[in-house]
C-alpha cells in the first residue's frame, strides 16, 4: 500500500488543516495510507473529532517547528525534531512514498536535497505549480523560482521532470512543452533561452513546441511551460496579482451600492464557479521535481480541502511512477553533460533555499 | 500651440481608428493640433464624415506603409514614404512635438532611435506601459521589452524616465518606484537586480521602494515597476494572458445556459465596469521613453477611444515638458556611467528592434 507523509505542523492552519485534509483524501482513495508526523497530542486531538480508517493513519511524534523565521539550512541541521525533518526521514529510510508539506518553503527545498537527495543525474531540482487555465487542464510551470540562475541543461531537465509528473500525474501521454521567452520565434530570448530552445528542439523524449509568451501560461494550448526560476517566478506572481486585482475589482463592484449587492446574490452560482474555475486551491501544489521520491508543497494558507488536494497528487504521482518516468527519460536522453554538473553540485546544497525563499509558496491566482 | 504627428496607416484598423480619435481628443482639449501623416485620400475620405474645427487639422502625405513583416531595420531605411518614417522626421524638423502611432512596434522602435534620436545620456530607451491596478491609479512597467538584456546603469535610467513620466502625464509628484525581482528583500535576485537595487537606493531624484514581486504590479503600493526587458515583457504577456483566460471564463460561464444569460443580462452594467476598470485601452499606449521627443506607441488593434486616450496621452507629457524633466533628472543624477556607454551605444541601433518583436504592443490584459 502507497504510504504518504504528512508534515502535519507547517501552514497557517497547522495541524488542523494537515489532518482534516489527509483524512479528506483518505475518503477518496483506498490504496493508500498516511504517516501524520508532527506534535502526537495536538494530531490526536485534530484526529478525535474525525471518523477515519485508524489502520490507515499512523502518527510519528515530531514536536518541533521550522517557520518562516527560521534560516532554512540552519534549521534543517539543528531542528532534528521538527516535523519537517522527521518527515523527510521517513522517506529516507523508506517507511514512507511521497511527501506533503505546507511549511516553509526553504525549509521544505532544503530538507528536501539535504535528507531525501536528487536523482542521479539531476544538479537543479525544481518547484512546479500546476496553474489554472481557459482550456481547464492546468499548465505546469517549471521553474517557478528554487533555481535563479540556471544553464540550458537544467532547462532541458525541467521540461523531462515536467512531462514525467505530466504522464503520471494527470495522464497526459505526451504533453505539450513550450519554453518561456519574449517571443515565439527561435531567435527570441538571451543566450540561455537561445541555447536551451535548441537543446529543446533535439530531445525525442518530450513533445516541444517551441518558445512561448507570458499569455501561453493561462490561454495558449502547452501544457508545460519551462523556465529558468526567476523569470517563473515573476510569471506566477504576476498572474496571481492578476487575479487578486480582478478579484477585488469585482468584489468592490458588486459590493458599490444596495442593487449591485442584491444582483450578486442573484448570480451568486456564477460568480462562484468563475472563481473556481481560476481557483489555484483545486489545482492542488506545487510538485517539487528532481528528488529521489515524490514531494508536494502545499500552499501555506492551505485548508482542508485545498490540502487533500495535494495529499491525493502525492498518491497519483506514486502510482504513476513519476520518478520511475524521470529516472528513464535521463537514461534515454542522456545529454552528456548531464552526470558531471549533477555531481559537481552536490555540495551546493544551500542553493535552492536560498532562490526560493519562503514567499515561493508556488500557488497562484 | 502644441502639435501631435499622428502615425494614421500603421495598426490594424487603419487610418479609421486613427483618424477618428485624433478628432475624439481635439474635441477634449483646446490647446493642440495635430498632423495626420499617410495616404491624403484615405484620409480625407476619413474626415470627410467627421465635425471637427480644421483649423487644428493638418494632413502631410505619405503613401507608403511599414507592416509586421517588414524587417524593421530595412524598412525604416528603405520605406522612406512609410507614414511612421515621414511623421518621425515630422518631429525631428520640429514641425511637431511628440508622436503616436499603432505601427509595427519593431519599426516605430528603430524609427525613433534612428531618426528621431535619444536624449543625450540614455543608452537605451524603453516601452513603458500603464497597467490596470486594484487601487485605479494605473502601474507603469518599464521596460516592457524594449531591451532584452540590461545593465544596472539602464535599470536606474528606467526609474528616472518613468518617474518623469508619471510626474508629467499624471500629476504625481513622487511616484514611488519598486524593482521586479524574486522577492522584496535586498538580497533577492541575480548580480543584475542586486547591484541595480543597490545603485537605486542612492538615488536621489527618485522614491525608491526596494524590491518588488509579480503580484505588486496589479496589487502592489507602487506606481513605478521597473525591469529589464525580457522579465517586464514576460510579466506583461503573463498578465495579459491572466486577463484574458479570467475574460474567457467568465464568458463561458455567463453563456452556459438560458438560466446565466439572463442574469448576465440583470449584471450587465456591473460587468462593464468590471471590464472597465481591468481594461488597457482606457490606460492608453506604451511610453517610448528616453527619445528627445515624446512617442506614444498605441495598441496595434487600438479603436478609435482608445486611439484617443493616446493622442491625449502625447499632448499630457508635453505640457508636463516629459523631456526636460528627464535632462534635469540626468544632470542632477549624472552617474558618470551614463554619458560614456551612450555614446558608445549609439552605434547599436538596431538593438531595440531586435528586442521587441511585432507582439511586443504594451497592452496588457
Chains 1, 2 share one sequence.
Not at 113 to 118: A, D, E, K, Q, Y
Not at 264 to 279: F, Q, R
Not at 300 to 316: E, L, R, T, Y
Request: proline share 4%; net charge neutral; charged share 25%.
Amino acid at each position: 500500500m502507497i504510504k504518504i507523509a504528512i508534515d502535519a505542523m507547517g501552514g497557517d492552519f497547522a495541524p488542523a488543516a494537515q489532518v482534516q485534509g489527509a483524512v479528506l483524501a483518505l475518503e477518496k482513495a483506498k490504496d493508500f495510507s498516511v504517516v501524520l508526523v508532527g506534535d502526537e497530542e495536538k494530531i490526536r486531538r485534530e484526529l478525535s473529532g474525525l471518523k477515519y480508517d485508524s489502520s490507515r493513519v499512523e502518527i510519528v511524534h515530531a514536536p518541533d517547528v521550522i517557520t518562516n523565521d527560521d534560516v532554512p539550512t540552519k534549521a534543517v541541521r539543528t531542528k532534528r525534531d521538527s516535523s519537517t525533518v522527521v518527515a523527510f526521514e521517513l522517506l529516507k529510510e523508506g517507511r514512507a512514498d511521497a511527501l506533503v508539506s505546507s511549511g516553509a518553503t526553504g525549509a521544505v527545498l532544503t530538507a528536501a536535497v539535504l535528507i531525501l537527495g536528487r536523482i542521479r543525474g539531476i544538479s537543479r531540482p525544481a518547484l512546479c505549480p500546476r496553474i489554472p487555465n481557459l482550456r481547464g487542464t492546468g499548465t505546469l510551470l517549471c521553474d517557478c523560482g528554487a533555481n535563479l540562475e540556471c544553464k540550458p541543461v537544467n532547462l532541458v531537465h525541467f521540461a523531462m521532470m515536467a512531462t514525467a509528473y505530466a504522464q503520471a500525474a494527470y495522464g497526459m501521454k505526451s504533453p505539450k512543452v513550450g519554453l518561456l521567452s519574449n517571443g515565439t520565434e527561435d531567435h527570441k530570448g538571451d543566450a540561455l533561452h537561445q541555447e536551451s530552445n535548441a537543446l529543446l528542439r533535439e530531445l525525442s523524449c518530450i513533445d516541444y513546441a517551441g518558445n512561448v509568451e507570458g499569455r501561453d501560461i493561462m490561454v495558449g494550448d502547452v501544457d508545460i511551460v519551462v523556465a529558468d526560476g526567476f523569470t517563473g517566478n515573476i510569471a506566477l506572481k504576476s498572474i496571481e496579482g492578476c487575479g487578486k486585482a480582478i478579484s477585488g475589482i469585482m468584489k468592490r463592484e458588486f459590493k458599490k451600492n444596495l442593487f449591485s449587492k442584491l444582483r450578486a446574490a442573484i448570480v451568486y452560482d456564477v460568480i462562484k464557479n468563475i472563481k473556481k474555475s481560476a481557483d489555484y486551491e483545486t489545482m492542488g501544489g506545487a510538485m517539487f521535481l528532481g528528488l529521489k521520491k515524490a514531494v508536494v508543497k502545499a500552499h501555506g494558507n492551505s485548508k482542508p480541502a485545498g490540502f487533500a488536494v495535494c495529499v491525493g497528487q502525492a498518491v497519483d504521482v506514486v502510482r504513476g511512477d513519476m520518478v520511475g518516468r524521470i529516472e528513464k527519460m535521463l537514461k534515454i536522453a542522456q545529454p552528456e553533460e548531464t552526470a558531471a554538473p549533477a555531481e559537481k553540485a552536490a555540495s551546493g546544497v544551500s542553493a535552492p533555499s536560498e532562490a526560493a525563499g519562503p514567499e515561493n509558496e508556488g500557488g497562484n491566482a
